[in-house]
């Protein structure tokens, strides 16, 4: 495949070669299926940039103030979104369970933050097969791993979302700093 990097994936490489191509390199099975495990279980994080909160602010019709007192919270000295703890785990503040039952759905997804939209193409969970697997169980995710022809998601996209990734983690930690 043109563009990809011909050796084994290295995390911290960014997707630059390293020897053999990387373990993805015929792409990943994944289709998001709504359950919304991805959005909630143990209390954690979802982290956001300042031009983020504008989109999920003006998305919600709401001044960035407002946006910021009603739906974030400090952990560490960083803002993330709420959460709700429900019988499902602690819900990210955007889940929506009850516009159509049977499905978890973002209010927020078209301005979703970065985290978000990068998931599950973390390089946490693209070190190896075996991260992959352990990341579709523990979460757990049944879209990862999908064997329908149509879910393959080419190594270069998930390449290009391993880089969204960890441009945003880097931007994020500056902040922090």
């Known amino acids: 495949m043109s563009g990809l990097p ?3 994936h290295d995390p911290e490489s960014d997707g630059q070669p390293t020897e053999g191509g990387p373990w993805f390199r015929d792409g990943l099975g994944f289709r998001c299926t ?3 495990n991805c959005c909630t279980g143990p209390p954690g994080a979802v982290w956001f940039e300042r031009a983020e909160s504008e989109a999920m602010a ?3 019709e709401l001044d960035h103030e407002t946006f910021l007192r009603t739906y974030t919270r400090r952990v560490g000295g960083r803002l993330s979104l709420r959460e ?3 019988r499902h785990g602690f819900d990210c503040i955007f889940l929506d369970r009850e516009s159509r039952p049977g499905k978890a759905l973002c209010r ?3 301005e979703r933050p970065s985290q978000c939209r990068t998931w599950p193409f973390w390089s ?3 070190s190896s097969p075996e991260d992959w697997e352990r990341a579709r169980e523990q979460t757990p995710c049944p879209g990862m791993g999908c064997s329908d ?3 393959l998601i080419p190594a270069e996209t998930i390449v290009e979302r391993l880089r969204e990734s960890r441009e945003a983690d880097r931007r994020l930690a ?4």
């Open 174 to 177: 500056e902040q922090a700093d």
């Open 34 to 36: 709504s359950c919304g």
């Open 6 to 8: 011909d050796q084994p």
């Open 108 to 110: 927020i997804y078209r």
């Open 84 to 86: 709700r703890h429900t």
């Open 58 to 60: 003006k998305a919600l």
């Open 149 to 151: 022809p149509d879910a």
């Open 124 to 126: 946490e969970n693209l």
